[in-house]
Nanobody, 123 residues
């Protein structure tokens, strides 16, 4: 079992930055693939990107160049740095962990999830 606890959500002005953290426990974090998703009201959960020990980072086109994902194995934590935020980025953001060697973009490939963090972007 893997437990994942997120932190860092909140309110930010458009053009601003925010960093989400996701701390994992319960299993060797270095062997897990970590992903980030978001879900806005009335929309499906959207894959943002992820990082694995075997294949590095992968990003969705919608956030490439603005969002950066990193992983600190020593702290068992994965981060989502979000820059130049837009009002349409407002959503509940969730981290997830998968045992897949490469970063999957399918939510069904992730077995462990954080509790979700609300990100609000004011215009």
């Amino acid at each position: 079992q893997v437990q994942m606890v997120e932190s860092g959500g909140g309110l930010v002005q458009a053009g601003g930055s925010l960093r989400l953290s996701c701390a994992a426990s319960g299993r060797a974090f270095s062997t897990l693939t970590a992903g980030w998703f978001r879900q806005a009201p009335g929309k499906e959960r959207e894959f943002l990107g992820g990082v694995s020990w075997s294949s590095g980072t992968k990003y969705a086109d919608s956030v490439k160049g603005r969002f950066t994902i990193s992983k600190d194995n020593a702290k068992s934590t994965v981060y989502l740095q979000m820059d130049n935020l837009k009002p349409e980025d407002a959503a509940v953001y969730s981290c997830a962990a998968s045992i897949k060697m490469k970063v999957p973009d399918d939510v069904r490939m992730y077995a462990y999830w954080g509790q979700g963090s609300q990100v609000t972007v004011s215009s």
